[in-house]
């Protein structure tokens, strides 16, 4: 069993950033690929950004591409989310995910069902 455990969330500006952290246990020995999701308010979840954890390849969605840079470090079992130029349409749950295998191989990794959620953290961005 893979424990997620999401951090950094918090209350900034608009235009400010904030860098989110995804710390990993368990009892797992690999990981496909780590992701974020999001989830506002009167919205569904949606995907943020992936990353996967051999290669480095990673996915973002089109409202955050060029803003957001997803990153891992191997030796802490760590996935970053540096959000910058934050806008208040931003302000949702956080969550960080999980993929342990996929059965088919694509570029859109906001096609694969995750097995593993955190908690989330809260990130509220002001106007």
């Known amino acids: 069993q893979v424990q997620l455990v999401e951090s950094g969330g918090g209350l900034v500006q608009a235009g400010g950033s904030l860098r989110l952290s995804c710390a990993a246990s368990?009892?797992?020995?690999?990981?496909?690929?780590r992701g974020w999701f999001r989830q506002a308010p009167g919205k569904e979840r949606e995907f943020v950004a992936a990353?996967?954890?051999?290669?480095?390849?990673?996915y973002y969605a089109d409202s955050v591409k060029g803003r957001f840079t997803i990153s891992r470090d191997n030796a802490k079992n760590t996935v970053y989310l540096q959000m910058n130029s934050l806008k208040p349409e931003d302000t949702a749950l956080y969550y960080c995910a999980d993929i342990d295998r996929v059965t088919y191989y694509s570029a859109d990794y906001a096609s694969f069902k995750y097995d593993y959620w955190g908690q989330g953290t809260q990130v509220t961005v002001s106007s």
């Open positions: 990353i996967n954890w051999s290669t480095s390849y990673t």
């Open positions: 368990g009892r797992t020995f690999s990981s496909y690929a």
